[in-house]
């Protein structure tokens, strides 16, 4: 009956290499077929639904800086492992497979650059190496580029992912937290900007330091912001939490960030409040702790 059998030349024509693998993939949020190359191309957008992909720290300097104008410092700092610590593996053996897995030597990249023309100090954080955690040197790099701002006299933007204080280094991790946001408190005394971009997600000590001292804080939209994630939340007070707890949109309609902004939109966004500033910086008094920038931070909502 081989007649009415299944025909032998079924498997030619769906030949595995008339759909070269890894050119397209399925959108985990409306289930399209999208094509890889389309989706880089859109910043890790979905081009159908604009799903937000996690946007490699390369990618996102590329994204924001003026081609070939960003320097990279403090590119050599990782951190240290003083407790020796072990948990399923050793530190030092995360580390070096994240570097492995990354080519990144730690969670942030550090630097300086030109947005539209405009100098600035720019930090961004890598999700993908252990989670965008905050170690000491991510900590310690964070700080060098906001006290080389406040040399030189430059605005800073932070762009966070991160899951919080990398648990790897204890207590060394948890005091980033407090060096950070002293040192934005310098740039402050300066009288010079910081705007702090959440992407999703940032969580835990990252949240609960620099990301949320912005003069202005961005949020690409639905990001996962917050201190303890949902599910410890609901577990804790043993209640349900409301649709889109702690994503960008319920934060910007509870005042816990300034505004949502496409991720394509956000080098024109950034450019314009930092130039906004700087612009209206000379106007400042001297020595008034940053009284006339929150003024200033008004003047620029009302223009946004
Ligand atoms: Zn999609």
Redesign the pocket.
Known sequence: MSFFGKPKYSKILIKKKDIPPGLWEK??????I?HKKQLEENLMA?P????LYPLPSAKRIESLIDEGTFVEMFADLISADPLKFVDSKPYNVRQEQSLKKTGLKEAVITGWGKISGLDIGLAVMDFAYMGGSMGSAVGEKITLLIEFAVERGLPVAIVSASGGARMQESTLSLMQMAKTSAALGKLRRKNLPFISILTNPTTGGTTASFASLGDVIIAEPKALIGFAGPRVIEQTIKQELPEGFQRSEFLLEHGLIDMIVERKDLKDTVHFIFDFFMNNKKKLKKGNNGKGTLKNLKLAKSII
Not at 27 to 32: R, T, V
Request: aromatic share 8%; glycine share 0%.
């Open positions: 959108c985990k949020s409306c289930k399209e999208i979905c159908k639904c604009n799903f």
